[in-house]
């Protein structure tokens, strides 16, 4: 991978290689963001402010702004190597911002340049907590979306009615990632190794470990995972006047909370 060009960090290679390494646990990953854009543009029209909950390196907020020209994004996130990719990436980009917050903090939103927002969107980030802190999480965003708003979570949602079904899927799944790690994607341990051999995003990546613990040597994310409808659950208890699934795969679903 090549992530310097003339000199300087090639930002934009470096958020490329983020993007396959994600398709690679997940090949239906743009379908999800295309439906969580649609939604959007249905629900609050396309010229919306959006939060990038737990951004990474800015995946949703690329996608946005690529759509609406009129958008504006706020992406939030702790880990600091990721977000040095998505500064890096932005650098240029007048209508995204960036702003370091964790959410296990209850003051995080303080920290948020607008109070309020027309969509609150997230990808692949929230497994991480555990189901009280998600809980507490939904509660706390119900009052950063606006009145008419949306809130979705695109994540991880097994279904444990679904016992012989998620074997199967889960052994389908494996045979696909053998197939393309041998043919050299590289998977989420493979890319921080490759993140902190670099000399720009090394120290950045050093403090990431500190915070979450190091990826390379296994996974640091909550063991609680829950199913659509414990989602569509919580957010009307948190104060959505409405929620749903809107779009599944086999192992994933995206969640829309409306205010």
């Known amino acids: 991978m090549t992530t310097e060009t003339a000199g300087r960090t090639d930002w934009q290679a470096w958020q490329r290689s983020w993007d ?3 398709e690679w646990y997940l090949p239906d990953r743009e379908e999800r963001f295309r439906v969580m854009l649609d939604m959007v543009e249905a629900v609050v029209g396309p ?4 939060l990038d909950l737990a951004c990474g390196t800015g995946s949703i907020s690329d996608r946005v702004l690529r759509r609406f020209p009129d958008a504006r994004t706020t992406g939030v996130d702790l880990d600091p190597a990721l977000l040095a990719i998505a500064r890096g990436h932005f650098a240029d980009e007048e209508r995204a911002e960036f702003v370091t917050a964790d959410l296990n903090d ?8 607008h109070r309020s927002y027309d969509a609150v969107l997230t990808a692949t980030a929230l497994h991480w907590l555990r189901t009280d802190a998600l809980r507490g999480l939904y ?4 009052s950063v979306v606006r009145e008419g708003g949306v809130f979705m979570n695109a994540d991880h949602m097994p279904d444990e009615d679904t016992p012989r079904l998620d074997e199967a899927v889960r052994a389908f799944e494996r045979s696909r990632k053998e197939r393309e ?5 590289q998977d989420w341990a493979d890319w921080w190794g490759t993140v902190a051999a670099d000399p720009v995003l090394a120290d950045a990546a050093a403090e990431r470990f500190r915070i979450f613990g ?3 040597t296994g996974d640091h994310f909550s063991d609680q995972v829950q199913a659509p409808a414990w989602h ?4 009307r208890e948190a104060g959505f006047a409405e929620a749903r699934p809107v779009w599944a795969s086999p192992s994933d679903a995206l969640v829309l909370g409306l205010r």
Do not use: E, F, I, M
């Not at 010229?47 to 959006?50: D, K, M, S």
């Not at 509660?139 to 119900?142: C, E, I, K, P, R």
């Open 106 to 113: 209850p003051d995080w939103t303080a920290r948020l340049p």
């Open 214 to 216: 190091d990826p390379r």
């Open 139 to 142: 509660g706390q965003l119900a």
């Open 20 to 22: 396959r390494q994600q």
């Open 47 to 50: 010229a919306p402010r959006v």
């Open 181 to 185: 790690k041998a043919a050299g994607v």
């Open 232 to 235: 569509v659950r919580t957010l």
